[in-house]
């Protein structure tokens, strides 16, 4: 069943994507459960260069956000902690700098997003 309320369309860059996999995009993350191809038609993998639909993320992730995929959910939450203590910190000293948000996990998607 998919489910149509935070959903995202990924553009796969390398590796394969599958349900069960764990996925982060920005300060948001879920565990793949369904993956629809361009025709909203359901699949079991989405190899490189397929552009796909991803459903269940906890938020809605930003348009332009790299997608990473880790191996455990525990990955993932460190992941995000790290990140939010960055944009904290960059808020906090209310400074122009970069600050690094590509925590590189396992394989970086392109993402598309909206929310429905």
């Given at each position: 069943?998919?489910?149509?309320?935070?959903?995202?369309?990924?553009?796969?860059?390398?590796?394969?994507?599958?349900?069960?996999?764990?996925?982060?995009?920005?300060t948001?993350y879920?565990?793949?459960?369904?993956?629809?191809?361009?025709?909203?038609e359901?699949?079991?993998?989405?190899?490189?260069?397929?552009?796909?639909?991803?459903?269940?993320?906890?938020?809605?992730?930003?348009?332009?956000?790299?997608?990473?995929?880790?191996?455990?959910?525990?990955?993932?939450?460190?992941?995000?902690?790290?990140?939010?203590?960055?944009?904290?910190?960059?808020?906090?000293?209310?400074?122009?700098?970069?600050?690094?948000?590509?925590?590189?996990?396992?394989?970086?998607?392109?993402?598309?997003?909206?929310?429905?």
């Amino acid at each position: 069943m998919f489910s149509r309320r935070n959903v995202a369309t990924i553009l796969v860059q390398r590796g394969t994507l599958r349900p069960g996999d764990f996925i982060i995009a920005g300060t948001t993350y879920t565990r793949v459960r369904t993956i629809l191809n361009e025709r909203r038609e359901v699949i079991k993998e989405a190899l490189p260069s397929m552009p796909v639909i991803v459903d269940g993320w906890r938020e809605v992730p930003n348009a332009g956000d790299v997608v990473i995929q880790a191996p455990t959910e525990e990955m993932i939450k460190d992941a995000i902690a790290v990140r939010e203590l960055a944009i904290h910190e960059a808020k906090k000293n209310a400074t122009n700098s970069f600050v690094p948000f590509f925590f590189v996990l396992r394989t970086p998607f392109i993402l598309h997003s909206t929310a429905q």
